[in-house]
């Protein structure tokens, strides 16, 4: 699932910058903007909007929340 992967990119990028790695926040933002250009279409407008504006954290809690009522039954 595509907000599976953006998630764990989110993260990890989050980690390489409380770490301090340089080349683990590139690969991050790599990753995170491969997805937003191959997959975009799958994504939420206002995902899609946080993304662009490299607004990771909102991004991040977006797709917490929206998973949690994912899964809520």
Do not use: F
């Not at 992967?5 to 390489?16: D, S, V």
């Not at 301090?20 to 995170?32: C, P, V, Y």
Request: no cysteine; proline share 1%.
């Amino acid at each position: 699932m595509v907000e599976d992967e953006l998630k764990a990119a989110l993260r990890g990028m989050i980690g390489a910058i409380e770490r301090s790695e340089g080349q683990d926040i590139s690969d991050s933002l790599s990753t995170i903007d491969g997805i937003l250009r191959s997959r975009k279409n799958e994504l939420d407008v206002l995902l899609v909007q946080y993304l662009s504006r490299r607004s990771y954290a909102k991004a991040l809690r977006y797709l917490a929340v929206s998973y949690t009522h994912l899964t809520l039954p």
